[in-house]
């Protein structure tokens, strides 16, 4: 079994920055990718940010220049970095992580979400 814990949300006004933490702890033999998802009310789930295994980003369109993915192996720990926040950022974020096992078996964990608001 994995725990991911997240911290790091808040209220900041629009322009500020905030980052968000998640760490995994547990049964870990391997971590493949690490995203970042976010929830407004009434809309779907969407991906912010990944970082995989090797390093490389990618990011949602609305986010790119403003917001910075990365990962800490040694701690099982993935951040984002947020800056020049929107209104439109406000929503719940969840991490995910992609836990391999061997052989091409991996299993997603989701963390418990934190809240992002933006003041205008």
């Known amino acids: 079994q994995v725990q991911l814990v997240e911290s790091g949300g808040g209220l900041v006004q629009a322009g500020g920055s905030l980052r968000l933490n998640c760490a995994a702890s547990?049964?870990?033999?391997?971590?493949?990718?690490m995203t970042w998802y976010r929830q407004a009310p009434g809309k779907q789930r969407e991906l912010v940010a990944t970082i995989r295994s090797g390093g490389s980003t990618d990011y949602s369109d609305s986010v790119k220049g403003r917001f910075t993915i990365s990962r800490d192996n040694a701690k099982n720990t993935v951040y984002l970095q947020m800056n020049s926040l929107k209104p439109e950022d406000t929503a719940v974020y969840y991490c995910?992580?992609?836990?391999?096992?061997?052989?091409?078996?991996?299993?997603?964990?989701w963390g418990q979400g934190t809240q992002v608001t933006v003041s205008s």
């Open positions: 995910n992580v992609a836990v391999g096992y061997g052989k091409g078996y991996e299993l997603d964990y």
């Open positions: 547990g049964s870990i033999f391997s971590i493949n990718a």
